[in-house]
């Protein structure tokens, strides 16, 4: 069983920084991609940052320049580094594994931008 456990939210000024953690258990990150997602009450979740096996990234306009993600491969960790926080980024974030057509999800950790 595929599990994914995040941390490092929490509640930050607009303008501050967190850095998010997903760590795996039972399967090594670095070989699948990886996702960070956010979503907030009411509407769908959406990606934030993405990670390919071979280290290519990709990021949602909203968060280019301010995000990024990074893998850890001893640890068997995926990151996800939070600058110049904004009250619109304020979500629950959620960390996702594809492995074999089957979607894999963390439990979510809340992150909220506020003064």
């Known amino acids: 069983q595929v599990q994914l456990v995040e941390s490092g939210g929490g509640l930050v000024q607009p303008g501050g920084s967190l850095r998010l953690s997903c760590a795996a258990s039972t399967i090594v990150v670095r070989i699948y991609p990886v996702g960070w997602y956010r979503q907030v009450p009411g509407k769908q979740r959406e990606l934030v940052a993405g990670?390919?096996?071979?280290?290519?990234?990709n990021y949602a306009d909203s968060v280019k320049g301010r995000f990024t993600i990074s893998r850890d491969n001893a640890k068997n960790t995926v990151y996800l580094q939070m600058n110049s926080l904004k009250p619109d980024d304020t979500a629950v974030y959620y960390c996702?594994?594809?492995?074999?057509?089957?979607?894999?999800w963390g439990q979510g950790t809340q992150v909220t931008v506020s003064s």
């Open positions: 990670i390919a096996s071979g280290g290519i990234t």
């Open positions: 996702q594994l594809e492995r074999l057509g089957t979607t894999y």
